[in-house]
């Protein structure tokens, strides 16, 4: 798989399929397997780039914090690298933090948006001080710890109990995330600025994607995007938590293959 020197980094990436590019953003502190699912159903009609964040999977980490606007900005160089003026931006929960700064920031480099299990407001002071709790604990105690606290809440306790092959999977991204990376990504996600004000502006079309039992961004959050963004489609996967995309792949392929193709 190719590597890219972004912004003074090695950043690991993949690129497959032809025809309307699509940009998939993973969350934290998973990595590009994260769609794995995604990638061949997609990739028919589509060439999909989807990108290691810095500090996750093969890319390498920085110690400042990543900011939404950093890892968004990795993104555009990303696709300067690979002389992609436009595209659809997809992100997941963090995913979806930098896809929403990357409009903020890219608006006419944006074809379309996906924004799945995610939401627009900043941190609350409480949520921040547990985040820089998490970085230190990634930092002197490394990822398994933050694995085990997290898994109950990113998936139903159905795929919990049925589905031993995606808890495995969902813990073995976050067993391999680098604890720097996920320390800078946690200060980066504490740090961002709340884009409730830019959603009434934004004017691609916009899909929303999110799990009926999303623990960590609710399906309040979606709603909230859905009403604000003009024209926006939400559509609720049941029998889902937070990481939507696994737990429901077919669903939410559908879902996403329909958006591009009206899109
Ligand atoms: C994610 O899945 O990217 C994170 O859980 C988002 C967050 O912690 O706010």
Redesign the pocket.
Known sequence: MPNARINNLEMAYTDTGAGHPVVLIH??P?NRSLWADQIPALSGNNRIIAPDLRGFGESDASPEPSTMNRLAADVAALMDHLEIPRATIGG????GYVALAFYKEFASRVRALVLA?TRAQADTEEAKQTRAQQADKALSEGMAGIADAMLPK?LTPETVSKHPEIVKRVRDMMLKTKPEGAAAALRG?AEREDQTGLLPKISVPTLILVGAEDA??PVADSEKMHHAIKGSSLVVLDHAG?VSNMERTQEFNQAFLRFLSQS
């Open positions: 969350g934290y998973f997941l929960s963090m995913g299990d990113l996600m960590i961004t937070h």
